[in-house]
């Protein structure tokens, strides 16, 4: 049974930091493409961060310079480094797994609050 479990949201001031974490099981993690996700009241799901096989790192065009992704094979974990925080990072952020090759595979997490306000 696959299992993406993220932590390390709650509520920052402006300017301030958090990171996120998300520990997977059930699937081999160093041949998943790992991203993080994010979707504020009323606004459809938006793509924060990914993190390839291949090394390849994208990050949507708000977080660049602020956010930080990364993965760890060895412990089936990628991590989101948020710095800066701004009000409209408020949202439920999510992690995802996923493969575009045989087999393929796209799962979520349940999703962790991050709010930004003073």
């Known amino acids: 049974q696959v299992q993406l479990v993220e932590s390390g949201g709650g509520l920052v001031q402006p300017g301030g930091s958090l990171r996120l974490s998300c520990a997977a099981s059930?699937?081999?993690?160093?041949?998943?493409?790992m991203s993080w996700y994010r979707q504020a009241p009323g606004k459809q799901r938006e793509l924060v961060a990914s993190f390839t096989t291949n090394g390849n790192i994208n990050y949507a065009d708000s977080v660049k310079g602020r956010f930080t992704i990364s993965r760890d094979n060895a412990k089936n974990a990628v991590y989101l480094q948020m710095n800066s925080l701004r009000p409209e990072d408020t949202a439920v952020y999510y992690c995802?797994?996923?493969?575009?090759?045989?087999?393929?595979?796209?799962?979520w997490g349940q999703g962790t609050q991050v709010t930004v306000s003073s």
């Open positions: 059930g699937i081999i993690f160093s041949i998943t493409d």
């Open positions: 995802n797994a996923a493969r575009v090759r045989p087999p393929r595979y796209n799962y």
